[in-house]
């Protein structure tokens, strides 16, 4: 996002989508490339979940919040900072649940979450 010119272009549109087009920006192409950038991840992400789990009415319940607890950790923006928290929140979940209760294990990655943006409220990785 920040050393091509289409990555530049998606900030400006979101900070600034008005001055965007000022400046010469097409901010209908740029909303295309990231919806479909965006469709195409959701997309890729459902079909591997597919091979693990059955899909029911109220999946991404169980889901959504270990994404959001992620992207948190890794750091907003940060593509990097996203699969390093995702790693990190993966290994604190299975030793948690391997050495203690399974219980325990949300309890424990809240805990973290809270050490973390204690330490670092950008998360661990800035933008």
Not at 33 to 52: E, K, N, R, Y
Not at 99 to 117: D, E, H
Request: one cysteine or more; proline letters at 2%.
């Amino acid at each position: 996002l920040h050393k091509t010119y289409t990555g530049k272009a998606v900030q400006a549109v979101w900070q600034e989508r008005e001055g965007s087009a000022l400046v010469g920006i097409n901010i209908d192409r740029v909303s295309m490339i990231t919806f479909g950038l965006a469709i195409a991840s959701a997309g890729v992400g459902g079909v591997c979940m597919a091979f693990m789990y059955s899909f029911y009415p109220s999946l991404h319940n169980v889901w959504l919040l270990f994404m959001f607890l992620v992207v948190i950790v890794g750091g907003v923006g940060s593509v990097v900072g996203t699969a390093a928290g995702g790693l990190i929140l993966g290994i604190v979940m299975g030793l948690s649940g391997a050495l203690i209760s399974y219980q325990w294990v949300n309890a424990i990655v809240f805990v973290l979450l809270i050490i973390i943006l204690l330490i670092k409220p950008q998360g661990l990785f800035k933008v």
